[in-house]
Nanobody, 112 residues
Framework: QVQLVESGGGLVQSGGSLRLSCTAS????????MAWYRQAPGKQRELVAGITSVGATNYADFVKGRFTIARDNAKKTVNLQMNSLRPEDTGVYYC??????WGQGTQVTVSS
């Protein structure tokens, strides 16, 4: 069974930074499209950033220029560097790969 474990969330002040990590197991990671999503309280889950197996990236408009997604196929990890955080970035952040179930998520809280 594929397993995704997210980590790195926490409480940070507006303008601060966090780095989220997702470690995958039992998945053909090197060929999988990987992505980070988030879900704010009372809102639907939304795509934040994605990265293809060869490193091409795409970002939601609301994080462009602030967040960076990267992957390490040897370590089976995908990271999300989040800079210039805003209170509206608060939510549970999830990692997901092609055909995988959702991970448990990691909470990010940005205080104003």
């Amino acid at each position: 069974q594929v397993q995704l474990v997210e980590s790195g969330g926490g409480l940070v002040q507006s303008g601060g930074s966090l780095r989220l990590s997702c470690t995958a197991s039992r998945i053909a990671f090197s060929t999988a499209f990987m992505a980070w999503y988030r879900q704010a309280p009372g809102k639907q889950r939304e795509l934040v950033a994605g990265i293809t197996s060869v490193g091409a990236t795409n970002y939601a408009d609301f994080v462009k220029g602030r967040f960076t997604i990267a992957r390490d196929n040897a370590k089976k990890t995908v990271n999300l560097q989040m800079n210039s955080l805003r209170p509206e970035d608060t939510g549970v952040y999830y990692c997901k790969g092609t055909g995988t179930a959702w991970g448990q998520g990691t909470q990010v809280t940005v205080s104003s």
